[in-house]
């Protein structure tokens, strides 16, 4: 075991709640491209706890780590899964974006109804000494104060934690945000530990089921001292009017 180059396919993918979407009829489609693909780590947005469950019955070869964001610990979960043959969990977090970021289910004033958390691990790879940390998160879709608040606090909790245990860091998520807004450029211009959005060759991640007209982009990977081994590619799965989810999964292979 050495500290040798390894390369990680991570991927960022909002899931879409389960509603008249139809959550199984897109979940085969899911599972196809995780055969095929094979990511080691995905962070997943808007995992209400059925569809989560229903991703662990499946994907037998993932391990899942995380839960709800609402009061009771219900609700969607930005959960990650991250390949149990290759990986071992070394810690966890979960915490709400908020003034009292260890009090279940709170937000910030002005933020939509929906609290918003970061899930947090710390993951070794088999072949390698030095473990890495993953963040993944779901910014606000109302409040863009409350984006800017959330990816602050993020970046402090980064900052912390590298404080007391430097590691390299990716950061997933649906941000609610374009590449020029304020949320996004506090990422890339954080100088404490600066990140790279190794999607930046990618212009559209949301298209609302083949509805947008216009290019979205609002999910990203950012990381710091990992290198981009291959351009990030999108998910585009559409099969007999069925599309993945109202997002396309971004995904990108990392050398670490």
């Known amino acids: 075991m050495n500290n040798s180059n390894v390369n990680i396919k991570v991927v960022t993918y909002n899931l879409k709640c389960d509603s008249e979407t139809g959550f199984k009829r897109r979940l085969s489609l899911a599972v196809n491209r995780f055969e095929h693909e094979k990511p080691d780590i995905i962070g997943f947005q808007e995992a209400l706890p059925h569809m989560q469950r229903m991703l662990e019955d499946t994907l037998n070869e993932y391990s899942f780590i995380g839960f709800g964001r609402d009061f009771d610990f219900g609700g969607e979960s930005n959960c990650v899964a991250y390949r149990r043959d290759t990986y071992r969990l070394f810690g966890y977090n979960q915490f709400w974006l908020s003034p009292t970021p260890y009090i279940p289910g709170t937000r910030y004033e ?114 710091d001292s990992f290198t981009e081994h291959s351009s990030a590619n999108i998910w585009d799965d559409y099969t007999d009017g069925i599309y993945i989810s109202d997002h396309y999964p971004v995904s990108v292979d990392l050398k670490l």
Request: neutral net charge; charged residues 20%.
């Open 110 to 223: 002005g933020q939509s109804s929906c609290p918003r958390i970061c899930t947090s691990l710390i993951l070794k790879h088999k072949n390698r000494i030095s473990p890495f940390r993953v963040y993944n998160t779901h910014l606000d879709h109302v409040s863009d104060n409350a984006r800017i608040l959330g990816m602050s606090q993020i970046l402090r909790q980064i900052k912390n934690d590298n404080d007391n245990w430097h590691l390299n860091i990716i950061l997933t998520g649906d941000m609610n945000a374009g590449p020029s807004s304020q949320p996004i450029t506090d990422v890339l211009d954080f100088s404490a530990y600066p990140l790279k959005d190794v999607t930046e060759t990618v212009k559209n991640t949301f298209h609302d089921f083949g509805k947008l007209s216009h290019d979205c982009k609002i999910d990203y990977i950012f990381t």
